[in-house]
């Protein structure tokens, strides 16, 4: 099985600060890794598929990079509205795994 | 615009059997695998189980395997999940997902306690 290793598990940021979520497979996945946000009381909802591409409708402050082993999520300046918990989902092999999740709050 | 709804949630005692039902809409259902997803209280995103469009190809978590079962049905746009031998940490709410998973419905919530 793929382990997914996300980091960090939590994080605080101000509003208009750049974060940064990191995902690490235990083996190569190509780029078939997608990134999720999760508000509470919700359907988490994929931002980026294929590892970089944004899904329609997702603001360009996100954005994803990486390939193989080492994967990126990007906020490049933090909204008020961004404040969530963040997942990647490996669909290269089954099962399918995801990371632990990250939860992003306010500084 | 893809909907999908989940039902058949509820409570139930140890060992016994739930089946929830995910319908579809806005998308040429048999085109696309299918998967449950589940997320326990507080915690976070477990994959469950997987079809393939036409049905042929299943997939399962090692957690369930055995004791769950994925199905769908093409003509009318349904995919189910029956669920036997139902434990304590089966307790979730369960999401169905379209194919890589870029839509989700809103989640049915299983409950099994005594």
């Known amino acids: 099985d793929i382990q997914m290793t996300q980091s960090p598990s939590s994080l605080s940021a101000s509003v208009g600060d750049r974060v940064t979520i990191t995902c690490r497979a235990s083996?190569?996945?190509?780029?078939?890794l997608g990134w999720y946000q999760q508000k509470p009381g919700k359907a988490p909802k994929r931002l980026i598929y294929a590892a970089s591409s944004l899904q329609s409708g997702v603001p360009s402050r996100f954005s994803g990079s990486g390939s193989g082993t080492e994967f990126t999520l990007t906020i490049s300046s933090l909204q008020p509205e961004d404040f969530a918990i963040y997942y990647c989902?490996?669909?290269?092999?089954?099962?399918?795994?995801f990371g632990q999740g990250t939860k992003v709050e306010i500084k | 615009e893809v909907q999908l709804l989940e039902s058949g949630g509820g409570l139930v005692q140890p060992g016994g059997s739930l089946s929830l039902s995910c319908a579809a809409s806005g998308f040429t259902f048999s085109s696309f695998a299918m998967n449950w997803v589940r997320q326990a209280p507080g915690k976070g995103l477990e994959w469950v189980s997987s079809i393939s469009g036409g049905g042929g190809s299943t997939y399962y978590a090692d957690s369930v395997k055995g004791r769950f079962t994925i199905s769908r049905d093409n003509s009318k746009n349904t995919l189910s999940l029956q669920m036997n031998s139902l434990r304590a940490e089966d307790t979730a709410i369960y999401y169905c997902?379209?194919?890589?998973?870029?839509?989700w419905g809103q989640g049915t919530l299983v409950i099994v306690s005594s």
């Open positions: 083996q190569g996945i190509r780029n078939d």
């Open positions: 989902l490996q669909h290269n092999s089954y099962p399918r795994t």
């Open positions: 997902a379209k194919g890589g998973a870029g839509e």
